[in-house]
C-alpha cells in the first residue's frame, strides 16, 4: 500500500502563486509516476502534470508554462508550483501515485486539497 498526504492549498486571487506538495509513504518500490489531478465541482477529474521517477514531465496543455511539477525522489515527494493562477484552476486537486511491479499498475491517490482562485 502507498499513502499519500498533500498539503499547500488555499485561497489566491488570480494573478497568484501556490505551491502544493505530496509525501508519499509505504510501499514506493518500483517503477513509478507522481503527478497531480484535479476535479473542479460538475466536472471530471482531469489531469494537471506528472512526473515520472527519471524525471520526464508531462503537462496539460493548459498548465504548460504556468505550473512546474518536480520530485525528491529520496524524500518521496512531488512538488506543484503554480504560478499566474486563474480562477478556472479552481478545483480539489489530487496527489497521485502510479506504481508498476511484476508487471501490474496500480493508481494510488491522495485525499485532496483545495485551491481556490479568486477573480
Known amino acids: 500500500q502507498v499513502q499519500l498526504v498533500e498539503s499547500g492549498g488555499g485561497l489566491v486571487q488570480a494573478g497568484g502563486s501556490l505551491r502544493l506538495s505530496c509525501a508519499a509513504s509505504?510501499?514506493?518500490?518500483?517503477?513509478?509516476?507522481m503527478g497531480w489531478f484535479r476535479q473542479a465541482p460538475g466536472k471530471q477529474r482531469e489531469l494537471v502534470a506528472t512526473i515520472t521517477s527519471s524525471g520526464s514531465t508531462n503537462y496539460a496543455d493548459s498548465e504548460k508554462g504556468r505550473f512546474t511539477i518536480s520530485r525528491d525522489n529520496s524524500k518521496n515527494t512531488v512538488t506543484l508550483q503554480m504560478d499566474n493562477l486563474k480562477p478556472e484552476d479552481t478545483a480539489v486537486y489530487y496527489c497521485?501515485?502510479?506504481?508498476?511491479?511484476?508487471?501490474?499498475?496500480?493508481?494510488?491517490w491522495g485525499r485532496g486539497t483545495q485551491v481556490t482562485v479568486s477573480s
Open positions: 509505504g510501499s514506493i518500490f518500483g517503477s513509478n509516476t
Open positions: 497521485n501515485v502510479k506504481r508498476t511491479l511484476l508487471g501490474v499498475t496500480t493508481n494510488y
